[in-house]
């Protein structure tokens, strides 16, 4: 019951942060839909740590390359969701307002993302593995 509790909360809060996503596009005074790139990033940002989880081995050591390389590339994945926003209201293609609703979408998405990993990853009885 605990996992279908879970489940919920993640679904719930991954639909806040796509409406704030779509309020920074969507709204009358912004009416740009550039910031949807991010959702690039939304899709890309778990894709390392599943591939290491999947290649790495299971072995209790302090340090595992494989998984440093996929935390430095979801590192640089989540940064360049959050600069998008950043850059196209710099260069005037959305408004500041539109940039902060859409941060704090990404605030919110890639929490989920990590909600989801600390849930799900921990290879007990519930598993992404299992998806």
């Known amino acids: 019951?605990?996992?279908?509790?879970?489940?919920v909360g993640l679904s719930f809060s991954g639909a806040i942060g796509l409406t704030f996503l779509l309020l920074g596009c969507a709204l009358e005074q912004y009416g740009v839909y550039w910031p949807l790139f991010v959702l690039i990033f939304y899709i890309?940002?778990?894709i390392p740590t599943f591939i290491s989880r999947r290649l790495s081995d299971d072995?209790?050591?302090a340090s595992n390359a494989c998984r440093e390389?996929?935390?430095?590339?979801?590192?640089?994945?989540v940064v360049s969701a959050f600069g998008l926003p950043i850059i196209l209201a710099r260069v005037a293609l959305i408004q500041w307002g539109a940039c902060g609703l859409v941060m704090a979408g990404n605030a919110v998405i890639f929490l989920t993302i990590l909600g989801f990993f600390l849930v799900f990853?921990?290879?007990?009885?519930?598993s992404w593995e299992q998806w």
Do not use: N, Q, V
């Open 1 to 7: 019951m605990a996992g279908i509790k879970a489940l």
């Open 44 to 46: 890309l940002s778990p």
């Open 59 to 61: 072995s209790d050591a």
């Open 69 to 77: 390389l996929a935390c430095f590339f979801t590192t640089g994945i």
């Open 121 to 126: 990853g921990g290879g007990d009885e519930f």
